[in-house]
């Protein structure tokens, strides 16, 4: 039975593993030891790791300047902190020395289960392509081009159209380094031009979308209907999204990773929400009505002709005001002598 010696860095991952099976291990800075520390802290003969008469392993620091501390054990939470001069060792105990820190293991300690990967990773293996990820960015920027080209009857700035291109470029790439150096530090994986693809079919789902929209607007005339139905598209792209990165760049637990995903944008877009439905009321002089031009060939519903539409106009836009009786009841009596003074004298 053999004892591991494992490097871990500071996010708890493994560095580098050592394999005992002698009876004495050194570790230290000095070239000499079976474990280099790379480490100013750490002594040129820092600790050593030797079998005793019994057969287990025992820790001895060897009178260091910074000493050899034990920082607990990952299989037994009830080991505390302390200095070591000499310790027996139990499997799964952490020790530091000068500012590196070890984990020891037994070679025959049980191992957890392994994680069974997840339905998506093939297809997060594909979303990787480096040639994919800036393809569909062209796609997106090519995209934002032709809706301001077709979709105005203005002329066409072309200033305008490279600065939103260019914003848009900038979002896209800023959002793939953010989760990027997210999953650097805290998976050593960058990951980043799978996060670049991810928010670029999303942008290019949403951009569809506005299409679709804008047809069954100009048809139909949703006014907040509309509204209503951009924030549920959102509701599903950016969670969507938002699990994805969690997934690329941490290592948070499935079910934190759902609340995550669905807790943080719909909580923004749930203040949205409350603001469209209370707006829904407000009474609003000016009809909501679509002002897009398209072309007939676009128009879903046969179009009323604009004879008919006038003479049914008043059966539309008239609407009978009632007069409250009681105000009749209610006028003054100077008011009612004056009307029939002027009455008399008309007469």
Not at 212 to 226: E, Q
Not at 228 to 241: E, G, I, Q, S, T
Request: aromatic content about 8%; charged content about 20%; glycine content about 6%.
């Amino acid at each position: 039975m053999a004892l591991i010696i494992e490097e871990l860095n500071r996010a708890q991952r493994v560095q580098a593993r050592y394999r005992m099976d002698g009876a004495r291990y050194t570790l230290g800075r000095g070239y000499q030891n079976d474990v280099i520390v790379e480490d100013v802290h750490a002594d040129a003969e820092h600790a050593e790791i030797h079998r005793g008469d019994d057969g287990h392993y025992y820790l001895r620091d060897l009178k260091s300047v910074n000493g050899t501390q034990l920082l607990g054990n990952c299989r037994d939470k009830s080991v505390k902190g302390t200095d070591v001069d000499e310790r027996l060792i139990h499997s799964g105990d952490e020790i530091q020395l000068g500012k590196t820190h070890f984990r020891l293991t037994d070679s025959a300690a049980a191992m957890t289960p392994a994680v069974p990967l997840h339905s998506v990773e093939n297809l997060f293996e594909r979303l990787s392509h480096p040639a994919l990820a800036i393809g569909l960015l062209l796609a997106v920027a090519t995209s934002f081009l032709l809706i301001g080209y077709y979709g105005s009857a203005r002329a066409f700035q072309w200033n305008i159209a490279l600065n939103l291109v260019a914003g848009t470029a900038v979002g896209l790439l800023g959002y793939a380094a953010a989760w990027a150096f997210i999953g650097r530090v805290v998976r050593h994986e960058t990951q980043f031009f799978a996060h670049l693809t991810i928010a670029a079919l999303a942008a290019l789902v949403y951009l569809g979308w506005e299409r679709i929209s804008g047809l069954l607007d100009f048809n139909f005339s949703l006014g907040h209907t509309l509204s209503l139905l951009n924030l549920a598209v959102l509701a599903v792209l950016l969670p969507a999204m938002l699990w994805c990165a969690c997934y690329l760049a941490t290592n948070i637990a499935p079910r934190w990773r759902w609340v995550v995903a669905l807790l943080a944008p719909l909580s923004f877009l749930g203040v949205e929400l409350a603001d469209q439905v209370g707006n829904i009321r407000d009474f609003n002089e000016i009809p909501d009505i679509s002002t897009e031009l398209k072309h007939d060939n676009l128009m879903l519903r046969k179009p009323v002709p604009m004879a008919q539409f006038l003479a049914n106009s008043p059966e539309l836009f008239n609407i009978p005001i009632e007069t409250d009786k009681s105000d009749k009841k209610d006028k003054p009596a100077d008011t009612q002598t004056a009307g029939d003074n002027s009455a008399e004298e008309s007469s």
